[in-house]
DNA sequence: TGATTTCATTGACTATTATCAACGTATTTT
DNA sequence: AAAATACGTTGATAATAGTCAATGAAATCA
């Protein structure tokens, strides 16, 4: 049932059964269809996803009704609006599933809660956070220093699946360009 | 002594004296003079450092000897290659000092044997680098959605002391623009 | 203190990408 | 199955920031 969740925890602490019955008892399961909100802004987010099945992206959206792709979450990984599942504060941006989903849910209270029974699944969840800090870096350096063409590239390298999966304006909005450009961007590639 | 490091901590989880004893007996302190390297690209990052005095910044060169700011850091702040850190491989980006500095430094092993003797300080590196995420997240907001006149504002905003304390091309840098657009931006503002 | 280097500003010019609009195709909805 | 919507592509144009170069001021160094 919860395979893919125990394998990416395994991946990096080994967790007895035990400890895996321990955390298991407090998720929840959620499916949700393609287009549907897993949050929307203003809400407050109650719960950390993490993906079984599907795929899902974390967004926000301008006064000009511009929308920004934060974050994306394809199978193993997790997304939250952290900001305000650490603080009660309302949503300030939408998550919604780009295909038909199957996640797992844990609430601020049951992960305390776990974190006081099973002191590793603290060890990982701060492994985990550091991880996706990390990864974010790499974006912010690709955002600063690559050209255009290196920052596509640079992104279907490291997430072909994605590219596979999800629409181009969404990856557009991603790399912080308009889909026009992405198009032009493949045109010039494809030409070599 | 440690007195700034400390009321950080208590910040976010109140510690006992003793356990405040423990930690420090694992911190070794370092002083950096202006333009000292605190770690250069290719060397393993064996510490974080947290700031008790001074300001440094960690930023990459790429082939064309371009810098790239990736971080500043105050009194009060941390700092570290932490992918060069967590794995041991060997650090990408340069760490220097913008003003003399004191520092406080922590290596690995000791963070460890701290995560065994006071649970609690892993509790609080949890929440540090969670804030951290969080911070970074904001940062690519601000790189993806507003233009450039709202994205000095909104730096100037949230780091009114980085701008006090830092020269502007490495805000620029920091920003993802020129030192002459930051220098037009700031003209275009003053005239209003 | 005087010399040298670093830094910020300004102007002229160029390259690049966003914007706007139109079109054809694919997908979704009813 | 037909209608409506969403999506990607392409072209023309405009706006914007980068590049290059020169200057003066400030900070650093010897």
Redesign the interface.
Known sequence: MYDLFFQKLNEKISFTAEEQAIISSYLTTKKLRKKQYLLQEGDVCKTIAFVQKGALRAY?V?EKG?E?V?QFALEGWIISD??SF?TGEPATYYIDAIEDCELLLITKAAQEEV?AKV?KY??Y??MQ??G???A??K???S???LSLNERYLNFINIYPNIVQRVPQHMVA?YL?LTPETVSRIRKRLSAK
Chains 1, 2 share one sequence.
Do not use: D, H, K
């Open positions: 926000s301008n511009v920004n934060l952290l900001y650490m974190f002191p603290e060890t969840s701060r956070i550091t996706a800090y990390l974010m870096q974006r912010i350096t955002l600063l220093s909005s912080g």
